[in-house]
């Protein structure tokens, strides 16, 4: 920055000569990046598991019935439910590949660079269906939860309770997993930072 | 690179060393930056005066009353919508403020690597609020449309049909928004990307 002269040899460029093959630039978070996509795919798993297994029959009274009748509450009965473990199982696909992939960095490291580009914009998206899909479950499990006087929405919780611990584990994981999902994005930007030399 | 004594001049540092403030490298996209987030502030700002204008009488049967009760839609009804204005408005107030940080880089480039970091740090995180409020918006507001057979919870949209139509358009502009925000953070990892030269 503050050299005036041409013709002094310049001290950055002694030390850039002295290695013969450039070593990739900056600094590698790689090893972090594939711990938190296991960790992101071990969330995915257990939130669409555990939405998936919710399943509860609970004798219920219906309008015309004159004694209760055993009804199931499943999670594929609301549509938020269902796009929930689609999202979900798209986003465990999704980390099983890119933790392979990053687990191949690792061991060839010259793509380090394309590889955290692309991460940082496919993982955008998947953040994206992720956190849709985590806000539209929760968004249908809170009035399950606490119902709806103005639509007169009954809450279902009060009879379904396994059912609602089961959607909300599994809500809660997913939040968890969105939040993991910041986390790798950011790890990705940050690398790419840091093989910046200004 | 290829450079094999350190007591030559650098043909780097001579070019260096011509331009007293090196220009910032890399291509600088925050002219499109500015667009984006000038289009984002219109589609959260638009997303919140139409939810929050989204408010309906109509005559319905209450159980109990023998005639029909004018009763009104709000958006403040349901927890949903509370959290999908409040998160559109952070969004919101968002874009105004980093719109003004991407001119006042424009006009001042010296720290448009570290603004284009924290942008992609930031717009992550909003891009998660606005997703997730969406989706929350859109899970109820589905329910409202549809109904739900199994939980009995009955459509309210062939009553409050303008209601609904204020709640479909605002989540359609909030999906929009989302998509912008999507695009952001690709355009900031790619502005950081293009300034790393291997």
Known sequence: ?????????????????EVPHPPPKGIDYFAVD?????????????????MSTAKQTEPVFVPGAPVRVPIAAKFNHSPAFIYFVAALS?????????????LGVIAKPIYATKFLLHYA????????????ATG?????????????????????CNVYDEFCRHVGSSIA??????????????????????RIRE
């Open 1 to 17: 920055m503050a050299s005036t002269g041409t013709d002094k040899p310049d001290p950055e460029a002694a030390t850039k000569s």
């Open 34 to 50: 594939v711990g938190l996509r296991v960790l992101l795919f071990a969330a995915t798993l257990t939130a669409v598991v555990v």
């Open 121 to 132: 914009f496919w993982d955008v998206l998947i953040l994206g269906i992720v956190a849709a």
């Open 90 to 102: 798209v986003a465990c696909l999704y980390s099983i590949i890119t933790a392979l992939a990053s």
């Open 136 to 156: 539209a479950a929760g968004g249908v499990a809170y009035i399950g939860l606490k119902g709806n006087s103005h639509t007169r929405w009954t809450k279902v």
């Open 173 to 194: 994981i997913a939040l968890f997993a969105s939040v993991l999902l910041v986390l790798l994005i950011m790890l990705s930007v940050f690398s790419l930072h840091s």
